[in-house]
């Protein structure tokens, strides 16, 4: 972190704490670090989606460690693939160093790739999990807010960890925080037609608020429609610091010590 020390203190040093590095190709990566890395954005949070790139994930922890963390843990889209073998491969991945999280996990009853039953015992096992390996959770949730609240308040004041790209109402961030969760905003909150989005982010505590890309995916406002990469995530935490009014240097500030604390990573 030698560079958040340097003499330029006004110029703002992001962490994305949401990236699917692993999905992109092998010999791209060292680039797009070296693209966020010119944009200020000094540490990239790796999520897993499932088994298959838990190995892919490891990697590129290993190849540019204190750059980049790991999350593992099987996405609801995969949740059919949580078989006991795979749950002892997750269990032993997670001992590696630098995976500070698992997911990400959670419900998506939009695609419902895997049925709804599976995605529920998965996400109850891996949170589980979390609890007896004392480690925070990365949330996936669309069109499953019911289900995901009941399982959560199962646990309700023990779990710690993100509802990542966050996109339900007001109310329901005050949901979220009353259970001691943090929540992630993505670069929806830059998108023309998402109001709802700005309102929701506007109810976030900020010492609950978080910033990620959730690369490739959901490119912020100049780039959408492109590939999305974690250098944007300036773009998301300048556009969220105009929503809430506060000044950017403090938007970064205040998300990457969110990030670190949910995290235990050193600041
Ligand atoms: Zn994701």
Redesign the pocket.
């Known amino acids: 972190m030698r560079a958040m020390m340097t003499s330029d203190s006004a110029r703002p040093i992001w962490i994305d704490s ?1 990236a ?1 590095l692993n999905l992109f190709e092998v010999e791209e990566v060292g680039a797009v670090l070296d693209r966020a890395h010119d944009a200020g954005v000094e540490q990239v949070l790796v ?1 897993a ?1 499932g088994p298959k790139d838990f190995d892919r994930t490891l990697e590129i922890r290993q190849q540019y460690p204190g750059r980049v963390f790991a999350a593992l843990g099987v996405h609801p889209h995969e949740a059919s693939s949580l078989s006991s073998d795979v749950n002892r491969r997750l269990e032993r991945a997670l001992e590696a160093e630098g995976v500070v999280a698992i997911g ?1 996990i959670g419900l998506d009853y939009h695609y419902m790739n895997s049925p709804r039953e599976d995605q529920m015992a998965a996400f109850r096992r891996q949170l589980d999990l979390a609890l007896e390996r004392d480690l925070p959770v990365i949330i ?1 949730n669309r069109e499953s807010w019911e289900d995901m609240e009941l399982i959560l308040r199962e646990r309700e004041g023990r779990l710690r960890g993100v509802c ?2 966050f996109t339900e109402n007001p109310e329901r961030v005050q949901v979220v925080e009353s259970m001691g969760l943090d929540v992630g905003v993505s670069g929806m909150v830059s998108f023309k037609q998402a109001g709802n989005i700005r309102e929701m982010a506007r109810a976030i505590s900020l010492e609950r608020i978080l910033v990620e890309t ?1 690369s490739p ?1 959901l490119a912020p406002v100049p780039h959408r429609g492109k590939r999305n990469e974690p250098a944007w995530v300036s773009c998301v935490g300048e556009k969220l610091a105009d929503v809430l009014g506060i000044d950017v240097e403090e938007m970064a500030r205040i998300s990457r010590k969110n990030t670190y604390r949910l995290f235990g990573l050193d600041s």
């Open positions: 949401h699917h999520p989606t990400e996936h990542h790209s959730d995916f």
